[in-house]
């Protein structure tokens, strides 16, 4: 098991990347080295008691020096409320309590021709780190390098196409990118789960977005029969599995059971989920 860092870490940079969004650089060498696609940290902005709590965070991309080594990771968030709101103001220089790695990051998967990576709203975050290793471009956690996909395609739907973030940066990393739109100011006017069911179906979906978005990923992954991973972004307290806050449903043998999405998750095999 990773072992978890839990640190004051320095704000590198701060930059705005699309409306209402931010991608923050923070120095941490140590989380950088272990941190896999996937997976997450918690961000708690420090000297703060309102809000008290820390917020989850996937990780956007490892940030290497020179030498190729990891010294910090980049986030890149939404303001929808009071943490994301201050976490905009922070500048080069300040600091974060931050903890992590979390979660269970993406799976392990055998070689595969096609992979589609499904985005909506936010939820294009944790997909950067997981291009670059699929294609065999970056090792992550200490592990080596190994290409996994020939090829990934990143469907990505936005309301509008002042908030699509980071849409250059797949296309650096080697991803296909078809983009859409709820208003049609980018790309298909229309859901992306639409737009994935016009294209040829991938050998393997992962979804990362709002619940009906990711409901209606795990239909067609099911009409298609093709496997799925989602990446759930249940609102959670502690991050470390001790609070129960942040619980999702899975099917079991007796019928459903409550899983804690900090340590079971974030990413489910989208069979074993239960809607609501
Ligand atoms: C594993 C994981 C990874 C995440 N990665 C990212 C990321 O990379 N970038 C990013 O921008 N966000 C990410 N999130 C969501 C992020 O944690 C929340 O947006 C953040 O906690 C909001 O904090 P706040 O204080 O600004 O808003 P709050 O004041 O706490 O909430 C403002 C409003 O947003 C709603 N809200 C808060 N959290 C969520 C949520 N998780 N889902 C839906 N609605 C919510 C609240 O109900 C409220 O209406 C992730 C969440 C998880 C669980
Ligand atoms: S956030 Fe506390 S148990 Fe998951």
Request: hydrophobic share 40%; with cysteine.
């Amino acid at each position: 098991m990773t072992p978890l860092v839990h640190a004051s870490v320095e704000v590198i940079e701060n930059v705005q990347v699309a409306r209402q969004t931010y991608r923050i650089r923070l120095r941490c060498p140590a989380l950088a080295r272990a941190i896999r696609p996937g997976q997450f940290v918690m961000v708690r902005l420090s000297g703060h008691s309102d809000p008290l709590l820390g917020r989850p965070f996937a990780l956007y991309d490892t940030v290497l020096d020179e030498g190729g080594q990891p010294v910090g990771i980049d986030v890149v968030y939404l303001i929808v409320g009071k943490a994301t709101g201050l976490l905009s103001k922070h500048r080069q220089g300040d600091q974060l309590d931050v903890w992590g790695p979390l979660g269970n990051g993406f799976p392990d998967l055998k070689a595969l021709d096609h992979i589609a990576l499904v985005a909506g709203g936010i939820g294009q975050t944790p997909f950067l780190a997981y291009v670059r290793a699929l294609l065999g471009a970056r090792g992550y956690g200490g592990r080596s390098v190994q290409r996994t996909a020939q090829r990934v395609s990143l469907y990505y739907g936005v309301r509008s196409s002042d908030l699509a973030a980071g849409v250059a940066d797949f296309l650096a990393a080697g991803a296909t990118v078809h983009l859409a739109s709820d208003d049609g100011t980018l790309g298909f006017r229309g859901f992306v789960t639409e737009l994935l069911a016009g294209h040829e179906t991938p050998q393997h979906l992962v979804g990362c977005g709002p619940e009906p978005m990711l409901h209606a990923l795990a239909q067609l992954a099911g009409s298609w029969n093709v496997p799925c991973h989602l990446s759930l972004e249940t609102p959670m307290a502690c991050g470390v599995g001790i609070c129960f806050s942040c619980v999702t449903r899975v099917r079991t043998a007796e019928g459903w059971d409550y899983r804690r999405v900090c340590v079971d998750g974030p990413i489910f095999d989208a069979t074993d989920l239960v809607w609501s």
